[in-house]
Antibody
Framework: EVQLVESGGGLVQPGGSLRLSCAAS????????MNWVRQAPGKGLEWVSY????????YYADSVKGRFTISRDNAKNSLYLQMNSLRAEDTAVYYC??????????????WGQGTLVTVSS | EIVLTQSPATLSLSPGERATLSCRAS??????LAWYQQKPGQAPRLLIY???NRATGIPARFSGSGSGTDFTLTISSLEPEDFAVYYC??????????FGGGTKVEIK
């Protein structure tokens, strides 16, 4: 069974840092591209970052570029999101999600349950 | 930047009725479009990819159509479990992904 389990969320002050993790199981993690997607309370979905299966290609949304860093450890079947210089507008549930290989729209077929990040003083 | 506009924002229908949801892109995205369903407190669930292909395990009452800038998600006969929020998502060179603002399908 495919599982994605996020952890690392919590309450952090503006300007602070947090590192999210996503533990993958039930599939060959090293073969899949991965993403982070977030959802502010009561709002829609916002793509945050993408990483290729090898980790060699990375993209960020403009809203987080220069502050967030995506990475992965294929040996540990894990995806990470290092978040620095956090702002109130980064408050959201953060999901990790897997891309179906070879499909034009890069559809996200499996999602974790999400981890809540709250940025507040 | 490609913007996806979903309409209507809210659709009020009864079980058994047909639901037609629209997603319009600010420029052509070819067939690089997917649809998701999200229920309160849950992660999104993939319904349709590449504009018209049902994801694994998705019932046949869900169908997607369109290409270029205009896309439609149709639910042929609403079941009680279909009342939820629906998002479209496109993939392009930049930004890599964009989501629409969502359409809430509520019980009339």
């Amino acid at each position: 069974e495919v599982q994605l389990v996020e952890s690392g969320g919590g309450l952090v002050q503006p300007g602070g840092s947090l590192r999210l993790s996503c533990a993958a199981s039930g599939f060959t993690f090293s073969s899949y591209e991965m993403n982070w997607v977030r959802q502010a309370p009561g709002k829609g979905l916002e793509w945050v970052s993408y990483i290729s299966s090898s980790g060699s290609t990375i993209y960020y949304a403009d809203s987080v570029k220069g502050r967030f860093t995506i990475s992965r450890d294929n040996a540990k079947n894990s995806l990470y999101l290092q978040m620095n210089s956090l702002r109130a507008e980064d408050t959201a549930v953060y999901y990790c999600a897997r891309v179906i290989p070879g499909r034009y729209s890069y559809p996200l077929d499996y999602w974790g349950q999400g981890t809540l990040v709250t940025v507040s003083s | 930047e490609i913007v996806l506009t979903q309409s209507p924002a809210t659709l009020s229908l009864s079980p058994g009725e047909r639901a037609t949801l629209s997603c319009r892109a600010s420029q052509s995205v070819s067939s690089y479009l997917a649809w998701y369903q999200q229920k309160p407190g849950q992660a999104p669930r993939l319904l349709i990819y590449d504009a018209s292909n049902r994801a694994t395990g998705i019932p046949a009452r869900f169908s997607g159509s369109g290409s270029g800038t205009d896309f439609t998600l149709t639910i042929s006969s609403l079941e009680p479990e279909d009342f939820a929020v629906y998002y479209c998502q496109q993939r392009s060179n930049w930004p890599l992904f964009t989501f629409g603002g969502g359409t809430k399908v509520e019980i009339k």
